[in-house]
């Protein structure tokens, strides 16, 4: 089975530059989630979806920060635009629609803004 | 408000030689706890978890943890560390009714030969 697939791996931009992240969920996975980590952190939950809908944004900065889940399969993150602090490792998960079932995690892009 | 703290940013163990690394939460109620590991240019890989029941709880690659709620506690263990458990070890609380993870800052785990 497939795990979690993101892209790009990695991404240097310079500040003020659009960027968008995209991810594709382990088939199946209703559930699909944004976190960003910082160096020297844990993850942070942007944005969580349920199938297409948008149910826990509270965290997304939305003013710079967006997202979708078309079909509520792949879902794709943009910054715009981007921002020095920007720069961290955004992390997509999924999981199945059960409380607590296990996250899968992605392997993540490494988002650089210079 | 839910709160993770691992104390131990760095721990560095000879191969072969027991572990136990801290977290410690805050939470009002029964509180959901897992044990992920991320290794290098990895994405984080469940080791445990703890709903309810038995407050030892038996992971993958012989890890182990123990929730202690008077203590406020879930010290991850293994009695035998292999190189190849270098990585870094998150522990995270979930909340009652929700999804929402909240993570401790990591613990950076270092094996020597």
């Known amino acids: 089975e497939a795990g979690v697939v993101q892209s790009p791996r990695y991404k240097i931009i310079e500040k003020k530059q659009p960027v968008a992240f995209w991810c594709n969920p382990i088939?199946?996975?209703?559930?699909l989630y944004w976190y960003r980590q910082n160096l020297g952190q844990g993850p942070e939950l942007l944005i969580r979806?349920?199938?297409?809908?948008?149910?826990?944004d509270s965290q997304l900065p939305k003013d710079r920060f967006s997202a979708e889940r078309l079909k509520g399969v792949d879902s794709t993150l943009k910054i715009q635009p981007a921002e020095l602090g920007d720069s961290a490792v955004y992390l997509c998960a999924s999981s199945l629609e059960q409380v607590y079932n296990e996250q899968f995690f992605g392997p993540g892009t490494r988002l650089t803004v210079l | 408000a839910q709160s993770v703290t691992q104390p131990d940013i760095h721990i560095t163990v000879s191969e072969g030689a027991s572990l136990e690394l801290r977290c410690n939460y805050s939470?009002?109620?029964?509180?959901?706890l897992f044990w992920y590991v991320q290794s290098p240019g990895q994405g984080l890989q469940l080791l445990l978890k703890?709903?309810?029941?038995?407050?030892l709880v038996q992971g993958i690659k012989g890890f182990e943890a123990e929730f202690k709620r008077s203590q406020s506690s879930f010290n991850l263990r293994k009695p035998s560390v292999h190189w190849s458990d270098a990585a870094e070890y998150f522990c995270?609380?979930?909340?009652?009714?929700?999804?929402?993870?909240?993570f401790g800052t990591g613990t950076r785990l270092k094996v020597l030969a």
């Open positions: 979806y349920e199938n297409e809908e948008a149910v826990d």
């Open positions: 995270a609380v979930g909340s009652s009714g929700t999804y929402k993870y909240i």
């Open positions: 088939s199946g996975h209703n559930t």
């Open positions: 703890y709903f309810s029941g038995d407050t």
């Open positions: 939470y009002g109620a029964t509180p959901y």
